[in-house]
């Protein structure tokens, strides 16, 4: 164990390398434009991650428990038409209750697929995926749908601030805390990361291996129920195809977060930080003008940086 | 009758198939016309002809997240560059820049030792921006005709595309079969381990098949770019690799590696196109055919699994009976 009283600054920085070369970046695009550094650019940055943030913090639960959730992209897009339909038909309450339980309903049918049919989470998914796009395409018609009263207090979630702080940020830092206090304190949370590393062990010790992995689903799919209430309140209205590719960037987030892919082993913190550099250079690119493609060059650079480095520190890499 | 059946639950693949036509010419009796199942095949040879290349790499155990940037960034290049080198120059550089990402991909994932579905997911963004910047996001149309005549031209009933695609199922059976790299293949998929051990050169093998995933991928685009005539950045974003995976374990491959059957991808290929077909024939609603390929790919993995499940257990009672008889 570490001992916690001396407090090791190398090592800390060391430990946060990812969060070191998001603030590096952020100061490079600053000293270019200066507008980078006002107080409205920064909570842009964090009102524009939010919705990754809080999907990522579902997607960890997934990917430590050994999988992939491929469906998110499209679970974006139907929760966000459901949240508009049916704030719509039954208000506001009713409508964030369903929405959530939409969520929740696609998690346990995905977490039953994977955790207790042991089918490959990767291609099930994938069929997941296709099956809510259709469904998003039957409930709402294939239409953009809009909210009637564009003032109810619903749109507060996209659109509020409390103070200088946008609710939607409050809701995603809300969010990833319990999240992350689930992860970490509890005995769930060590079901996961232990379910992750070896089922068969968690098996014969007395664990629902199943259960656990079918949850991790469950927590997936109300992160994302949650994100697509941020996504849609924020403009007041859902697209059909919303929450298109979506998927690749919160995974991508997870991955730069420094989570194992094989499972066990990642923290929400980190893939909130890997969702951060995201937004930055979102934003970043946007404000200097450039295209905002130019981005995925540098996320992807970005991310084979993070995983080379990451797997020369745990002194993986192959020599050849 | 025993052997039918075992025959259709051994090729799972085919069963489907066979169901699929059942179902299709129930629907719609038009669907069984000639011409509508050579139009069937002449849609989807595009989408075959990149599972060659992917079921290469699932045979081997990876799989390759780029190919769906990696279509529309060889589709923009194969129209753009027309003008200054060429139509030949402009699809050997489109198919150089699909070889230099795959070996980009192999080298990193065989020789550095880095997951690959993290490698190729950043190949992927990597490629999105390139298929975006390079056109300055607009959509080119390709300047010479003679490439839109290859891409909508016909030989009888059958594509020009088609043909490419048997041509090139035939190459790539014969080197999965009688070659070594072919072999290779299958046993490193199989058991890395093992097949290290005996003497095969596993990175190698795995190299080399994303080199020719990377290949296939931008040859897929090329033909794209030419049946339409254009390119576009969103070409096959966000999930044309997607579909060409399931088509691959639709067709009995098994991700984990070292099992598939090239000929049963392109099956897999054929059973997603039918799908799509059947439905623009009964003017279904969109969201139809979305629907039924999700959840075509969902059941088969059931099926697949519940079979495998029945399978073994009964090895384990013949197994154990054989044992009790012994003793």
Same mark, same amino acid.
């Not at chain 2, 697949?304 to 044992?323: G, S």
């Given at each position: ?15 946060? %390398?990812?969060? &070191? $070369?998001? +603030? *590096?970046?952020? @100061?490079?695009? /600053? ?58 038909? %039954?208000?506001? &309450? $009713?409508? +964030? *209750?369903?929405? @959530?339980?939409? /969520? ?217 | ?327």
């Amino acid at each position: 164990m570490q001992d916690k009283k001396s407090f090791d600054f190398v090592r800390f920085v060391k430990s946060q %390398m990812l969060l &070191v $070369a998001g +603030i *590096v970046i952020f @100061l490079i695009f /600053g000293m270019i434009e200066h507008s980078f550094f006002t107080q409205s650019n920064i909570i842009n940055i964090f009102r524009q991650i939010a919705v990754i943030a809080v999907m990522g913090a579902g997607m960890t639960y997934a990917i430590i428990g050994g999988n992939f959730d491929l469906s998110v992209g499209s679970l974006l897009s139907l929760c966000g038409s459901v949240i508009i339909m049916s704030t719509n038909k %039954m208000g506001p &309450v $009713a409508a +964030i *209750v369903f929405t @959530l339980f939409v /969520g929740c309903a696609s998690g346990v049918v995905t977490g039953y697929i994977c955790g207790y049919l042991h089918l490959n989470s990767m291609v099930a998914t994938l069929g997941m995926m296709n099956v809510l796009q259709a469904l998003t395409l039957l409930y709402s018609g294939g239409n953009f749908v809009s909210l009637d009263n564009p003032d109810i207090w619903i749109v507060a979630f996209g659109q509020g601030n409390l103070g200088i702080v946008p609710i939607s940020v409050i809701v995603m830092i809300i969010f990833c805390v319990i999240y992350g206090i689930i992860l970490t304190r509890t005995v769930y949370g060590h079901n996961v990361k232990a379910v992750g590393t070896n089922p068969m062990t968690c098996k014969y010790s007395g664990i629902n291996d199943n259960w656990v992995v079918m949850t991790t689903f469950i927590m997936s799919g109300l992160a994302t129920a949650v994100a697509a209430i941020l996504l849609a309140t924020r403009g007041g209205g859902a697209q059909p195809t919303m929450g298109l590719g979506y998927e690749f960037d919160v995974i991508t987030a997870v991955i730069l977060g420094g989570a194992d892919l094989a499972g066990g082993e990642g923290s929400i913190y980190r893939t909130f930080v890997g969702a951060l550099v995201i937004g930055i250079m979102k934003t970043g690119f946007v404000i200097l003008g450039m295209s905002v493609y130019y981005q995925y060059i540098a996320e992807c650079i970005i991310i084979l940086i993070a995983v080379f480095l990451d797997l020369r520190a745990k002194g993986t890499v192959r020599k050849s | 009758m025993k052997k039918v059946t075992s025959f259709l639950t051994n090729n799972i693949a085919i069963t489907i198939l066979i169901l699929m036509i059942i179902i299709a010419t129930i629907l719609d009796r038009s669907f069984l016309a000639p011409a509508n199942l050579f139009n069937v095949f002449n849609q989807n040879s595009i989408k075959g002809i990149m599972a060659i290349g992917m079921t290469f790499l699932i045979l081997n155990g990876y799989f390759d997240m780029s190919l769906c940037t990696l279509v529309s960034l060889a589709a923009a290049l194969s129209c753009g560059l027309q003008n200054q080198i060429g139509i030949a120059g402009a699809v050997l550089v489109s198919l150089l820049v699909g070889a230099l990402v795959g070996i980009i991909n192999g080298f990193l994932v065989a020789y550095v030792g880095i997951n690959g579905f993290v490698v190729t997911l950043a190949t992927m963004l990597g490629c999105r921006g390139l298929a975006y910047i390079y056109p300055n996001e607009k959509s080119i149309v390709a300047p010479n005709m003679s490439f839109l005549k290859f891409g909508i031209g016909k030989l009888g009933p059958i594509s020009y595309i088609s043909i490419l695609y048997l041509i090139l199922m035939f190459i790539a059976w014969f080197v999965l079969r009688f070659t070594n790299h072919g072999r290779n293949t299958y046993a490193a998929g199989g058991n890395a381990a093992a097949s290290a051990n005996a003497g095969i050169d596993v990175k190698r093998t795995i190299f080399i098949n994303f080199v020719i995933c990377g290949v296939g991928s931008a040859l897929g685009g090329i033909l794209y770019a030419a049946s339409l005539g254009s390119s576009s950045p969103a070409l096959g974003w966000p999930d044309m690799h997607m579909l060409v995976i399931a088509a691959c374990v639709l067709g009995g491959a098994k991700l984990s590696g070292g099992y598939g059957n090239l000929w049963f991808s392109m099956v897999g290929v054929m059973i997603l196109g039918i799908v799509i077909n059947i439905m623009s024939i009964t003017g279904a609603a969109p969201w139809v055919s979305t629907f039924c390929t999700g959840a075509i790919m969902i059941a088969v993995l059931i099926a697949d699994k519940l079979i495998t499940d029945a399978r073994n257990a009964e090895a384990l009672k013949a197994a154990e009976e054989a044992f009790k008889s012994r003793s």
